[in-house]
């Protein structure tokens, strides 16, 4: 039986690394050099990063993180399918982070829609605006409605806290 | 995109060959690793609108397969299709890692477009 | 005069305050003071864009027409360089003391008069909680609302569905009271709206207190609220257990 969770978001959110701190195993990465200069990151990830966790009944529950950029949306519907909910992870240092969650809102619609989601804002501590108001207000005009919180993805325990509210939706 | 002119020329040489080489040959593509065209013809532009992100990451998942399997790094991806083939290829140039995508139809000779294609590709590595 | 909040902060009343007509930089000024001041003052003060507890205005706002009904005022505090021909006011630059002393003094009176709306509201609660009346979350709540861990999970299972009181309480770890203080709150704020009892209706409360959050901060566009949710996807039960086992979370669910 598949059970997996999604990690997407723009390059450099932190998809790999949220995976990282909660994987058993460390992760399986497809990265390669990134070609993009307008993105000031090493590498890329263009298949999908893997992590695993293993349940008490020796089910797996799969990690999944996807590749950031749009060109990469068939990525998004195969990962997507019988997911069971989706971490968007924001980069509040980009110029439009705004716009960075409505292309994830937008490419994870049916997913978001029929399971649950959780978007967390990255770097606010360096990078306060735009605050957590204007992405309730932007999640809000686009009908969309899950928590939304600053979080650090290199902290395992805060990784694990968005895993919980995603659990938190999915048995309510 | 990072990539010097003498490859990016390099890319377009090796489509027109591949183009006029391979026996049934519909499409070439020549994207850098992380999915972005390079250099490019078809028969039909809607073929290759997505290739270069595919080979990409189908390119990135044959090099896992080849990693877990114990197998080493991976050459090339095949895949069949009901009316043709499609054929991704690696080609490591020092600077940047590039994917060669080669779309025939059925009346291709695998074989024949494979042999063309490893021949671009080592042109690529020494572009 | 200034005796120390004696109440433990998770019991003092949550007031809330907007600010309308003040320089940014004032404003930003103004909400630092008011965090600042946060252990100090009887009452907790949370920003929120409208429909607050007390307006803060600018010198430079209008003063309010004559016909602010007289049983239902919002107190106005003006802050500047004038103060206006009557109504509480601050003169800048703003003296922490000062904010302090007069935000407990307006907190006191909203507080008081709230106590007297209470039963009435309290009643009207009841019978909304006896008709099993649900609550749909409108938007994500600001961050000030949420407080706690415990808010941040009720938020989130509102966030998934509406539900009645009972429901919220059932599905998490908290008291009937915190259940019915935190949809308060969101409803004060305009974060959360009544529906209809049952899942079905989604016709707002009619009682007069409640606010139409729908048509301050919606961009019109109802179509995104107006679709009951869509029926989740089923999850197997006992998986969603392993997985909160598996990652060391305690289970939800309420207190046996």
Same mark, same amino acid.
């Given at each position: 039986?598949?059970?997996?969770?999604?990690?997407?978001?723009?390059?450099?959110?932190?998809?790999?690394?949220?995976?990282?701190?909660?994987?058993?195993?460390?992760?399986?990465?497809?990265?390669?050099?990134?070609?993009?200069?307008?993105?000031?990151?090493?590498?890329?990830?263009?298949?999908?990063?893997?992590?695993?966790?293993?349940?008490?009944?020796?089910?797996?529950?799969?990690?999944?993180?996807?590749?950031?950029?749009?060109?990469?949306?068939?990525?998004?519907?195969?990962?997507?399918?019988?997911?069971?909910?989706?971490?968007?992870?924001?980069?509040?240092?980009?110029?439009?982070?705004?716009?960075?969650?409505?292309?994830?809102?937008?490419?994870?619609?049916?997913?978001?829609?029929?399971?649950?989601?959780?978007?967390?804002?990255?770097?606010?501590?360096?990078?306060?605006?735009?605050?957590?108001?204007?992405?309730?207000?932007?999640?809000?005009?686009?009908?969309?409605?899950?928590?939304?919180?600053?979080?650090?993805?290199?902290?395992?325990?805060?990784?694990?806290?968005?895993?919980?509210?995603?659990?938190?939706?999915?048995?309510? | 995109?990072?990539?010097?002119?003498?490859?990016?020329?390099?890319?377009?040489? $090796?489509?027109?060959?591949?183009?006029?080489?391979?026996?049934?040959?519909?499409? $070439?593509?020549?994207?850098?690793?992380?999915?972005?065209?390079?250099?490019?013809?078809?028969?039909?532009?809607?073929?290759?609108?997505?290739?270069?992100?595919?080979?990409?990451?189908?390119?990135?998942?044959?090099?896992?397969?080849?990693?877990?399997?114990?197998?080493?790094?991976?050459?090339?991806?095949?895949?069949?299709?009901?009316?043709?083939?499609?054929?991704?290829?690696?080609?490591?140039?020092?600077?940047?890692?590039?994917?060669?995508?080669?779309?025939?139809?059925?009346?291709?000779?695998?074989?024949?477009?494979?042999?063309?294609?490893?021949?671009?590709?080592?042109?690529?590595?020494?572009? | 005069?200034?005796?120390?909040?004696?109440?433990?902060?998770?019991?003092?009343?949550?007031?809330?305050?907007?600010?309308?007509?003040?320089?940014?930089?004032?404003?930003?000024?103004?909400?630092?003071?008011?965090?600042?001041?946060?252990?100090?003052?009887?009452?907790?003060?949370?920003?929120?864009?409208?429909?607050?507890?007390?307006?803060?205005?600018?010198?430079?706002?209008?003063?309010?027409?004559?016909?602010?009904?007289?049983?239902?005022?919002?107190?106005?505090?003006?802050?500047?360089?004038?103060?206006?021909?009557?109504?509480?006011?601050?003169?800048?630059?703003?003296?922490?003391?000062?904010?302090?002393?007069?935000?407990?003094?307006?907190?006191?009176?909203?507080?008081?008069?709230?106590?007297?709306?209470?039963?009435?509201?309290?009643?009207?609660?009841?019978?909304?909680?006896?008709?099993?009346?649900?609550?749909?979350?409108?938007?994500?709540?600001?961050?000030?609302?949420?407080?706690?861990?415990?808010?941040?999970?009720?938020?989130?299972?509102?966030?998934?569905?509406?539900?009645?009181?009972?429901?919220?309480?059932?599905?998490?770890?908290?008291?009937?009271?915190?259940?019915?203080?935190?949809?308060?709150?969101?409803?004060?704020?305009?974060?959360?709206?009544?529906?209809?009892?049952?899942?079905?209706?989604?016709?707002?409360?009619?009682?007069?207190?409640?606010?139409?959050?729908?048509?301050?901060?919606?961009?019109?566009?109802?179509?995104?609220?107006?679709?009951?949710?869509?029926?989740?996807?089923?999850?197997?039960?006992?998986?969603?257990?392993?997985?909160?086992?598996?990652?060391?979370?305690?289970?939800?669910?309420?207190?046996?």
């Amino acid at each position: 039986m598949e059970h997996k969770i999604l990690f997407t978001g723009t390059m450099g959110a932190g998809k790999t690394t949220a995976i990282a701190a909660v994987s058993e195993i460390p992760p399986v990465r497809t990265e390669v050099r990134n070609s993009d200069t307008s993105v000031a990151k090493a590498t890329t990830t263009v298949g999908l990063d893997y992590g695993e966790l293993t349940l008490d009944n020796g089910e797996k529950l799969r990690l999944y993180g996807t590749p950031g950029q749009m060109r990469f949306d068939f990525m998004w519907r195969i990962l997507a399918r019988g997911a069971l909910g989706l971490v968007v992870l924001v980069d509040n240092s980009r110029p439009d982070p705004l716009a960075d969650l409505e292309v994830y809102l937008d490419g994870f619609a049916e997913l978001i829609e029929k399971t649950a989601c959780v978007v967390a804002v990255g770097r606010m501590e360096t990078h306060s605006e735009p605050g957590l108001e204007a992405y309730a207000q932007r999640m809000q005009d686009k009908g969309v409605l899950c928590p939304v919180l600053p979080a650090n993805v290199t902290d395992p325990q805060q990784v694990v806290q968005l895993l919980e509210l995603l659990l938190i939706q999915l048995e309510a | 995109m990072n990539i010097a002119p003498r490859i990016k020329d390099a890319a377009e040489t $090796v489509v027109d060959t591949l183009m006029r080489e391979i026996k049934g040959v519909k499409a $070439v593509v020549i994207a850098t690793e992380d999915g972005l065209e390079l250099a490019a013809r078809a028969e039909n532009t809607a073929q290759v609108a997505r290739m270069s992100a595919i080979a990409s990451s189908l390119a990135a998942l044959g090099a896992v397969a080849g990693e877990e399997s114990g197998l080493g790094q991976c050459e090339n991806v095949a895949i069949e299709t009901a009316l043709g083939h499609i054929l991704m290829l690696q080609a490591r140039h020092e600077e940047a890692g590039l994917i060669v995508s080669v779309v025939t139809g059925k009346d291709a000779v695998i074989g024949q477009a494979l042999y063309f294609s490893k021949q671009a590709t080592l042109a690529l590595q020494r572009a | 005069m200034n005796t120390p909040a004696t109440a433990p902060r998770a019991r003092r009343p949550l007031l809330s305050f907007s600010v309308e007509g003040l320089p940014a930089r004032d404003e930003l000024l103004f909400k630092s003071l008011v965090r600042l001041l946060d252990h100090r003052t009887h009452q907790h003060w949370a920003w929120q864009v409208e429909d607050a507890d007390l307006r803060v205005v600018g010198d430079r706002l209008p003063a309010p027409p004559e016909k602010e009904p007289a049983d239902n005022p919002v107190p106005l505090l003006t802050i500047g360089e004038t103060p206006p021909p009557r109504g509480p006011f601050l003169r800048l630059p703003l003296h922490a003391d000062a904010l302090e002393a007069m935000l407990n003094r307006l907190g006191a009176l909203v507080v008081h008069a709230r106590e007297l709306g209470l039963a009435a509201a309290s009643r009207r609660r009841n019978e909304q909680a006896a008709h099993g009346e649900e609550y749909r979350l409108l938007r994500w709540p600001s961050a000030t609302l949420l407080d706690s861990t415990l808010r941040m999970k009720l938020a989130t299972l509102l966030a998934s569905r509406p539900a009645s009181l009972q429901a919220l309480q059932q599905r998490s770890n908290a008291s009937a009271q915190e259940c019915a203080d935190f949809i308060s709150v969101l409803e004060r704020a305009g974060f959360v709206a009544s529906s209809g009892g049952g899942a079905t209706g989604f016709a707002n409360s009619r009682a007069p207190e409640s606010i139409w959050p729908d048509s301050h901060i919606s961009t019109g566009n109802d179509a995104p609220h107006a679709a009951p949710p869509a029926p989740r996807a089923n999850v197997e039960p006992g998986l969603l257990a392993r997985i909160r086992s598996r990652l060391g979370l305690l289970s939800s669910g309420p207190r046996t």
